[in-house]
């Protein structure tokens, strides 16, 4: 009875926890135009889609503060997962992912590689940038998660190392695979710090925007596919 217990106030820990680090970031995203809005004209998309909202987390580089609790919360969240015992190599994924994975690798003092999109043209033609072996175990840092198509290649070069990915760490998920990314019918445990109910949940609160631009904002959303948007506005 003592465990079921001491399960459930570790657990009930994770939750708070949990929530403090979403809100917390949510608002950090905001305050640094890390995510930004254009109702008027709309940014246009790699993919050609005009969208109300565009998402930059390369931007916590430049703020130092920010950026180091960002940092400590990703350790936090990482650690309270047991494969971590198991981890054995951070992956930064080509090319924001790569300064997050740098310095999550070094909180965690574990060795740090990185993964280009697609292989060089010339030299060895090398896609992955240090050592993964076959034994390894690894975590892929990237900065966000739209649909996790661009997430594809950097688990495709892993493989090819006949190394297990033991999950994918992002600051900022969209919500359309919350919690795990199925590739090739596996699922891949997806860890995030904030998602776009949490940004919105924050606009909310704050009343940061007029009602009718939050609703333009989560019609477009779910318009992509993202999930867990309903709110009363």
Known sequence: MQNDKEFFIKNLHIVIDSKYIEKKVSKILLKNKCIEFNFKTNFRLTSGKLSPVYCDCRKLISFTSDRNTIMNFAVKKIKSYSFL???????????AGIPYAS???????????????ERKKFGKKSQIEGIINSKDK?????????DGGSKFNFIKAISEEGAKLNAIFVIFNYGINYDYLIVNGKKI??????????????MIENKLYKTKDIRTVIDFLESIGVKNLKFSL
């Open 85 to 95: 015992s198991s981890t054995s190599v951070i992956a930064g994924g080509e090319s």
């Open 103 to 117: 310095l999550i690798a070094q909180k965690l003092k574990l060795p740090l590689t990185y993964i280009r999109k």
């Open 138 to 146: 690894v975590i892929l840092v990237e900065d966000l998660m739209t």
């Open 189 to 202: 445990k997806v860890i995030h710090l904030s998602t776009w109910k949490d940004v919105i949940q924050t």
